[in-house]
């Protein structure tokens, strides 16, 4: 044993001449390589990398597949412009199944093997909840582009922002005065039963109310359950409205039984388009749906009024007039979701720019530089429509789209302000400490 | 919705799972009951029965019944085929020890899942159910089609059964499932018989998968939940008992169905494994199985 201790070059004595001037050797070669060289002597021309926690599997690998298309397609584009602050732009993806355990190790995996500058795309909101506070003890700012009001609400950290697409909360408030001006008054709610669903729960009941509706029930449906008509027998029969979101892989089973129970003559449907994301609206079994409506963040189908910025946008991305992909019709895609990493990905660039953000060393000027933001106008950069920017919960505002299914397709009908969906912000980020 | 309607639809719902988990499970129990293998790997069976389903179900045009037929013969066909190589290739090396059958199946479990995730992808896909009749009964409406799975589940049962019991093949099946030693010594092909049953048990579920999927969707983890059932219905009917699956499988898809209608599903999977656990400590052959000799 002694002899092999002594012979390895770890020991102070083992380490002979030779061998300390071949290291020596390589390590100035590895330096007088190009790729040294060129960071060594401009550390600006070095790429500005974003770490994509993308859900390529599981039960969000719609959503992610077509985040993934819309991050490439607004990378590409800032890109071709420059870049952020004369540097280019680079996403690294990695997958998190969906799953909040590997959506922490996914944050792990982003700050200490790739090196990169920031977090971003994460839809989930158990995924956001399971990442943020990896990702708030890592000092990593993690830019989500989810929908739970759980950013909103303060339970987070500063690092966690949600700059690019409007939470449950705002959705909701926006949508009930329509709801109940529109369709009636009794409303039976169908969600998830987790975190997202929950805030559907918690933040409709009292929009409603003070619109002079009521919620006659509520009914939660576990995040695995992949058959729903053992639940429609606990919708009261006096119901006017069915408000229904449901998320997964489950969706169309989810609407298909809805539509077997009820036929058309059931209550009136009010849907958050997630239980239809991802899924042709003319698929077997959906025709019961003519004459429902949905909430769409972003309208699915090309609208006749729509800005050119929306056609610039759709055609960026690669969507055709039907919102499925122009290589393949059968791909149809999360277009009420997807703008939020394109809107994202610009107000990291419009951060990053204000901050004159330069390295890792910069993530706290950058977000502080998000968090003084204000107003976004509609254009190339927010596709979607002008927001606002809350920045003492880290939340975005917007407008949201109702649209109605006529003819197989989805023709938006109203769309809510700003005002609409704005509340009392109940945390303020903005005073925690780096 | 009154009481007798919510009773009804409730059943109905049971009826429905009853039937898939009763063939599944029968796939579980015959490869036990034959073999000793306790198969893991059953729910990617079924889970690659329902992605082939999709395949075969779009690669022809026309009327969807063409497709869903197509289907129906071909996937169970294709997933046997995988199963007799797999048991050809891995567990008559291992010898059918129990405890390097579990894990050789386990792993077997994962390369399935992961192949369907690289080949066929992480999205959820509709086959589209060969009909689509709506039955509107006074209360509510309900799916012409899932009628249809209870009788084509009821047909597969007896159909196996008569195999079972009337044929040779099932005669040899039997012999080699009661002495392994003296079936061979009768000249019984005891390997190719083990590489048989384990192919039928997997076309079994895959058979069951294509029925499912016009009620719900081909997906790569459609798996997990079905493998717990069916292993719960085996054990409370006593594995390897052809009548004891059907008996337990009809008990847990009817207790999931109104147990999770009237109160709630986690009530109905709490119930079911009580029920395994009462089981275990009272009768450990199982409802209908016989005792160990």
């Known amino acids: 044993m002694t002899e092999n201790r002594k012979s390895t070059i770890l020991t102070p004595h083992g380490l002979t001449r030779r061998n300390a001037l071949k290291g020596l050797g390589a390590a100035a070669g590895l330096i007088a390589a190009p790729g040294f060289v060129r960071y060594g002597q401009a550390q600006s021309s070095e790429p500005i990398k974003i770490g994509f926690q993308c859900h390529r599997t599981g039960i969000g690998a719609a959503y992610g597949r077509w985040y993934e298309r819309t991050t490439t397609a607004a990378a590409k584009l800032i890109n071709e412009a420059g870049g952020i602050n004369g540097r280019p732009l680079e996403i690294i993806i990695e997958d998190d199944g969906t799953d909040p355990k590997r959506g922490a190790e996914v944050v792990e995996k982003f700050a200490n093997q790739h090196k990169v500058d920031l977090v971003y795309g994460t839809l989930f909101s158990h995924v956001v909840v399971g990442s943020a506070p990896a990702a708030g003890e890592l000092k990593m700012p993690y830019y989500v582009v989810s929908e739970g009001y759980h950013v909103a609400s303060g339970k987070m950290n500063r690092y966690c922002v949600q700059p690019g697409i409007t939470d449950v909360k705002a959705q909701v408030r926006s949508v009930a005065p329509w709801i109940a001006n529109n369709l009636g008054k009794k409303i039976t709610l169908i969600y998830p039963d987790y975190a997202f669903g929950h805030d559907h729960r918690d933040f409709f009941e009292p929009a409603i109310q003070a619109q002079g509706g009521q919620v006659v029930a509520k009914v939660p449906i576990p995040p695995t359950e992949t058959s729903f008509t053992r639940y429609l027998p606990q919708i009261p029969s006096d119901t006017d409205v069915i408000y229904h979101v449901m998320v997964g892989p489950a969706v169309l089973t989810f609407v298909k039984e809805l539509g077997e129970f009820f036929g058309n003559s059931g209550p009136q449907l009010f849907g958050f388009i997630d239980s239809l994301e991802a899924v042709d609206i003319n698929s077997p079994g959906l025709e019961f749906l003519d004459g429902s409506h949905f909430w769409e963040g972003m309208p699915r189908y090309a609208q006749p009024d729509q800005p050119d910025y929306v056609s610039f946008y759709r055609e960026t991305v690669g969507i055709d007039e039907n919102g499925a992909s122009v290589d393949d019709p059968k791909d149809v895609s999360t277009a009420a979701h997807m703008f939020g990493c394109w809107e994202t990905l610009y107000v990291i660039k419009a951060a990053m720019e204000a901050s004159g953000y330069a390295g890792p060393g910069d993530r706290a000027k950058l977000i502080e530089a998000t968090e003084a933001m204000t107003e976004m106008e509609a254009g190339r950069e927010h596709p979607q429509g002008k927001k606002r920017f809350n920045g003492k919960i880290h939340q975005v505002f917007g407008e949201q789209n109702i649209s109605r299914v006529e003819g197989g397709r989805l023709n938006v009908v109203h769309r809510t302000s700003i005002e609409d969906g704005l509340y009392e912000p109940e945390a303020d980020y903005t005073t925690m400490s780096f | ?293």
Do not use: C
């Open chain 2, 1 to 293: 919705m009154a009481f007798g309607p919510y009773l009804l639809l409730a059943t109905l719902e049971g009826l429905v799972t009853a039937a898939v988990l009763s063939l599944m499970a029968l796939g579980l129990s015959l490869v036990f009951g034959v073999m000793r293998v306790v198969n893991v790997a059953h729910g990617e069976f079924y889970m690659l029965g329902a992605v082939l389903a999709w395949w075969f179900s779009t690669m022809l045009g026309g009327h969807p019944a063409v497709g869903f037929l197509l289907a129906l013969v071909l996937s169970p066909l294709v997933v046997a085929a995988v199963a007799f190589v797999a048991e050809r290739l891995v567990l008559s090396r291992l010898n059918y020890e129990p405890e390097a059958t579990i894990v050789a199946t386990i792993g077997l479990l994962y390369i399935i899942q992961q192949l369907a995730l690289s080949f066929y992808g992480a999205d959820a896909r509709p086959v589209e159910a060969p009909f689509s009749y709506r039955i509107q009964l006074p209360w509510f409406g309900y799916s012409a089609y899932k009628l249809a799975v209870i009788a084509a589940s009821m047909v597969m049962m007896i159909g196996t059964w008569l195999v079972l019991t009337r044929t040779k093949i099932g005669l040899v099946m039997r012999a080699t499932q009661y002495d392994r030693e003296t079936a061979q010594a009768f000249g019984i092909p005891v390997g190719k018989v083990y590489a048989g049953v384990f192919a039928l048990g997997a076309a079994l579920a895959a058979f069951a998968a294509v029925l499912i999927v016009p009620i719900q969707q081909a997906h790569y983890l459609m798996g997990h939940d079905p493998l717990l059932l069916s292993f719960i219905v085996v054990i409370i009917g006593g594995l390897g008992s052809l009548r004891g699956t059907v008996v337990a499988a009809i008990l847990i898809g009817l207790s999931d169905g109104i147990v999770s209608m009237f109160f709630s599903p986690t009530l109905a999977k709490m119930l079911a494994t009580f029920l395994v656990a009462m089981v275990l400590v009272f009768r450990p052959q199982g409802l209908f199985g016989a005792a160990a000799r």
